[in-house]
């Protein structure tokens, strides 16, 4: 698959791959999730750097009507998604609108957000943390848990010496990758943590979409059990 093109993952639901990032001396890919919702419009979750042949296929598939921020960090490509996508309205975790003051928000997500799609994507909040909370979503039509930085799976071959040491440390190299340790160090209640995590296992996801490194596509439930076996689930 060539770059931010769009690959269709299950029904009604998509990813878009875009370039590696620079982060804690690693190269993390990045990935955007299009979910077509019922009534045809579309879903848009933490999107990639903006280019014009991603955004005509989005398009094609519906108009976009809720561009999703599931938290405090994904935040980089959402002007220019925001400018393009004019009529959308930018959904984001709190304490995103403070950070951001020159991106025009709608609502936080939250309860309220929810009910805009009910009975097709769940939404729990993973809370607890000294660094950020963040939203994770069930899309219950293909069965696909949606995460963003709460599982880092990257592989080593695609990182320097540095990068590898740093991933081997964290805890994030392909194929065992999970939350990094930084993120577990800053939990202060991994009670709140794991009711999220609980609740969405409960929904027994076949696939599992992260933003940085190998995703999920089969045995989502299980992989997603080990991966947060640091939390009293």
């Known amino acids: 698959m060539s770059m931010s093109t769009l690959e269709k993952i299950g029904s009604d639901i998509w990813i878009a791959e875009g370039p590696s990032i ?80 020159d991106l025009n928000f709608g609502r936080a997500l939250g309860h309220e957000t929810a009910s805009a799609w009910p009975g097709e994507i769940e939404q729990m909040l993973f809370a607890g943390s000294r660094a950020f909370d963040e939203f994770i979503f069930y899309h219950r039509p293909s069965s696909t848990a949606i995460l963003t930085d709460l599982i880092v799976n990257i592989r080593a071959e695609h990182q320097t010496v540095l990068g590898r040491l740093v991933a081997r440390i964290e805890g994030v190299t392909y194929p065992r990758g999970r939350t990094p340790l930084l993120y577990r160090w800053s939990m202060k209640d991994k009670n709140l943590g794991a009711t999220a995590i609980a609740d969405l296992l409960a929904f027994k996801p076949d696939a599992a979409v992260i933003s940085h490194g190998e995703w999920f596509r089969e045995n989502a439930t299980e992989e997603l059990r080990q991966r947060f076996s640091w939390l009293p689930l």
């Open 22 to 101: 620079k982060f804690l001396m690693m190269r993390i890919t990045t990935r955007a999730t299009v979910v077509r919702l019922s009534d045809g419009s579309i879903w848009f979750h933490s999107p990639v750097e903006f280019n014009e042949a991603l955004a005509a296929e989005i398009s094609e598939l519906g108009t976009v009507r809720f561009i999703i921020a599931p938290n405090i960090y994904h935040h980089l490509f959402l002007g220019e998604w925001q400018r393009h996508f004019s009529e959308a309205e930018l959904l984001a975790a709190p304490g995103l609108a403070s950070k951001r003051s």
